[in-house]
């Protein structure tokens, strides 16, 4: 299959010069979100901003510039982008392109807050997207808010009067799980059925809606993909490091209980995006401070637990976090305070990802509740003997043996909580916490999924 | 090009036949559910990794050529 | 061998192939039964369980071959070899035969998919293999009519007694799948039955620090949309 183009020249890839210099003041920052505060911003402040989307009139022109970006997938598995349009262009007629705005992790809100805040800058990238694979059947897969999905389909609306959008796009609704947002799921809601994982057998990008090729992308992606598009790959990568250029879109949680969504480049150090100690210092017999960390939460609840004094040194890049058992993931980044008990944050989590199982496969719904039940009694006073290796053993028996990485993302979560949480665990083995009865941190949703009509 | 056994662990429903017929390749955990032993199918088993691939009531077990 | 003799033996043969290929499917219709619900034989492998629905089945195609061919080539009927593959077209008891027909065809879709089936969709196999549930009481009800044969005596008792067997199969079947748990709920089911270990030490007397209780299982409520945090979200 060819296409017509030379090899790319990045001068002429920018068509049309941008009305307005390229967000983001003297740090660079914010380049996603607005300067002043979470206002919404309306079409006609995004146009004078940032013009209307550079179309390039053909597929593919874009891929080049987006590869020479080095703009990879922000909702957590970190994919270059340009590799992925590709292998949705090179796979068959009539794609399909959809972002995904599920975030189904309980502890992220920056999907909602980008939707929310800049629903035209995703929109963008929709659109750009979509022609970059030849697709003119767009979706937006949409958390399940109604006043979101309000929002999003006034802004569609405008944009439609205006005659933005080559492609139309359909809202599609995502039901509160937290699988909801894995590819194949999002691809079995869009054919009309429930968010269930499915076995991948083709992978989504080959056949994946209606059995045509099926592009998903989170929608902070296609919010960066439509700034590259008209700023550039230079100026995209002024900001992170050279193997992780741009910025990225962080929740982060404080030891103190606040929570925000926030833009930073990546390589930033995560002392600067959290508070983790009091700024009183000291590691004295004080006992433990509320606004102390003890550990950090990396990338969510499928990601890892590090301790505080380990991710005091750490930046948000993967370069440094994956020879630590962490990665950046989809920007969740929570500091839990000093007077909690980091074993039964673990035990709450895990329990409510057992029960966010699809329930398909043998390893998963019969593994993670095992292993939740018996962490619950690592939480409590004088836990079985066995209890560790119980749960060893069941996490190297559901590893990888799902037909999602639920079980996977998972145990790595449980793993690196043995690892970070040892001394409290020989504490609670001998009857003792360091902080018996602590209220919960984490956030969780108030119920998860009873029957199968929860998942559609 | 040697053929490695792979399962569809939606579709799987722990039957075991596979285990019973291929116990050299597939084993049980303790839910009654097939572990791989992740090699290659030797020469030697071909025609019982195939007939396990046939006999699985769920259609689950499959093999194919790694690219 | 005179003309009437023959067709008498050709005749006689098409009767009792056709009684044992009842029995035959009968024995595969309650095998299938035991393998879909994953039932034990005792002592038997399940690989042999499900060996035996298959080379029964296969058997009974060769029964129902012969069954059909002397009844064709039979001169003293006339059925033609339309007649045992498109319904209810013969000259001799149309409805019964036809309904023979039927099952033939629904046999044969059993058969075809099932040879073939490495090579076809799981969900097209599973489809046409429903078939099955429509095949049998058909076949018996071909049995049945077609000549008065089961009607009276022995083999009445071979008629009622494939009923009995097909029936508690099938009534097997149904309350088991009843206690089928709905994928959502699975991982529920496996708290509830991960009962809690005993204790590897004796209590303590005195006070102690109570166990942390896993909370209950939520009540069904909608999760509150968390965009209401949208409207104090803080900008660095």
């Given at each position: 299959m060819t296409y017509a183009t030379a090899a790319p020249n990045l001068s002429r890839t920018t068509v049309q010069p941008p009305i307005q210099p390229p967000p983001g003041g003297a740090s660079g920052l914010p380049r996603l979100l607005p300067e002043h505060g979470a206002v919404p911003v309306d079409l006609p402040t995004h146009l004078g901003h940032h013009g209307r989307p550079p179309y390039r009139g053909q597929a593919r022109l874009l891929i080049p510039l987006l590869e020479e970006s080095g703009l990879t997938?922000?909702?957590?598995?970190?994919?270059?982008?340009?590799?992925?349009?590709?292998?949705?262009?090179?796979?068959?007629?009539?794609?399909?392109?959809?972002?995904?705005?599920?975030?189904g992790e309980p502890a992220s809100d920056k999907d909602k807050s980008l939707l929310w805040i800049s629903p035209h800058l995703v929109l963008d990238g929709l659109q750009l997207a979509a022609e970059a694979v030849g697709s003119s059947s767009v979706g937006l897969y949409v958390h399940r808010s109604p006043r979101l999905q309000e929002r999003l389909r006034a802004a569609l609306a405008e944009r439609a009067?205006?005659?933005?959008?080559?492609?139309?796009?359909?809202?599609?609704?995502?039901?509160?799980?937290?699988?909801?947002?894995?590819?194949?799921?999002?691809?079995?809601?869009?054919?009309?059925?429930?968010?269930?994982?499915?076995?991948?057998q083709p992978r989504v990008f080959e056949r994946g809606v209606a059995g045509r090729p099926t592009l998903v992308q989170n929608v902070e992606t296609l919010a960066h993909l439509a700034l590259i598009a008209r700023y550039g790959a230079r100026w995209f990568r002024s900001l992170g490091t050279a193997e992780e250029p741009g910025s990225m879109l962080c929740t982060l949680h404080q030891a103190d209980g606040t929570r925000n969504v926030v833009e930073t480049a990546l390589g930033t150090p995560l002392r600067n995006l959290l508070r983790l100690d009091d700024g009183a210092g000291g590691s004295g017999g004080a006992g433990p401070r509320a606004s102390t960390a003890q550990a950090v939460l990396v990338g969510g609840y499928h990601g890892a637990w590090l301790p505080a004094s380990l991710a005091a040194g750490m930046t948000l890049s993967n370069a440094a976090l994956r020879p630590a058992g962490a990665f950046t993931g989809a920007g969740v980044l929570a500091a839990l305070p000093a007077d909690r008990c980091g074993v039964a944050e673990t035990a709450r989590v895990t329990r409510y990802l057992a029960l966010e199982s699809a329930g398909q496969c043998g390893p998963c719904f019969n593994g993670l509740p095992r292993i939740a039940t018996v962490l619950d009694e690592l939480a409590g006073s004088r836990p079985d003997r066995r209890a560790l290796a119980d749960i060893k053993r069941w996490a190297g028996l559901v590893e990888g043996r799902g037909a999602c990485h639920h079980p996977d993302g998972t145990v790595r979560f449980v793993r690196s909580a043995l690892q970070a949480f040892r001394a409290e665990i020989q504490l609670h083995e001998h009857g003792?916490?360091?902080?018996?009865?602590?209220?919960?941190?984490?956030?969780?949703?108030?119920?998860?999924?009873?029957?199968d009509a929860d998942w559609s | 090009m040697k053929k490695q056994l792979r399962v569809d662990p939606i579709a799987c429903t722990g039957h075991g036949l596979c285990a019973e017929l291929l116990p050299e390749l597939i084993t049980l955990d303790e839910w009654g559910y097939p572990i791989l032993a992740g090699q290659p199918v030797p020469r030697g088993l071909d025609r019982e990794a195939r007939r396990a691939v046939t006999d699985c009531p769920a259609l689950a077990l499959k093999l194919y050529r790694p690219s | 061998m005179n003309g009437i003799t023959g067709s008498t033996a050709l005749w006689y043969a098409s009767r009792a192939t056709g009684v044992v290929s009842l029995l035959l499917l009968t024995a595969v219709v309650v095998l299938g039964v035991l393998v879909n619900r994953q039932g034990r034989v005792p002592g038997l492998p399940r690989f042999v369980v499900t060996g035996l629905h298959r080379s029964i089945s296969l058997l009974a195609v060769a029964f129902l071959a012969v069954h059909v061919g002397t009844a064709i080539a039979d001169p003293y009927?006339?059925?033609?070899?339309a007649a045992a593959v498109v319904p209810f077209v013969s000259a001799y008891e149309p409805f019964w035969l036809g309904l023979g027909a039927v099952s033939l065809?629904?046999?044969?879709?059993?058969?075809?998919?099932?040879?073939?089936?490495?090579?076809?969709?799981?969900r097209i196999w599973r489809g046409v293999h429903w078939l099955a549930y429509a095949a049998w009481p058909v076949a018996l009800a071909?049995?049945?009519?077609?000549?008065?044969?089961?009607?009276r005596g022995l083999l009445l008792w071979v008629a009622v007694g494939c009923c009995i067997a097909v029936g508690a199969a099938v009534a097997w079947r149904v309350t088991r799948a009843a206690h089928d748990v709905p994928r959502a709920e699975r991982a529920a089911v496996t708290f509830a039955q991960a009962a809690p270990r005993p204790r590897s030490r004796p209590?303590?007397?005195?006070?102690?620090?109570?166990?942390?209780q896993s909370s209950p299982l939520p009540p069904a409520s909608p999760a509150r949309p968390s965009t209401d945090r949208l409207e104090e979200a803080d900008l660095r």
């Open positions: 997938g922000r909702g957590g598995a970190a994919f270059p982008v340009s590799r992925k349009l590709t292998a949705v262009a090179d796979a068959g007629t009539r794609p399909i392109v959809i972002g995904n705005g599920a975030e009067a205006a005659g933005i959008d080559q492609a139309p796009v359909e809202l599609i609704d995502a039901p509160p799980r937290f699988l909801a947002g894995e590819e194949s799921a999002l691809a079995s809601r869009a054919n009309g059925g429930a968010a269930w994982p499915r076995f991948k003792r916490c360091t902080a018996p009865g602590a209220r919960p941190f984490l956030p969780l949703p108030a119920a998860t999924a009873t029957t | - | 009927v006339s059925i033609r070899l065809d629904l046999i044969a879709a059993l058969i075809v998919t099932s040879l073939l089936r490495a090579h076809i969709s799981r071909h049995s049945i009519g077609s000549s008065t044969d089961m009607q209590q303590r007397s005195g006070r102690q620090r109570p166990a942390q």
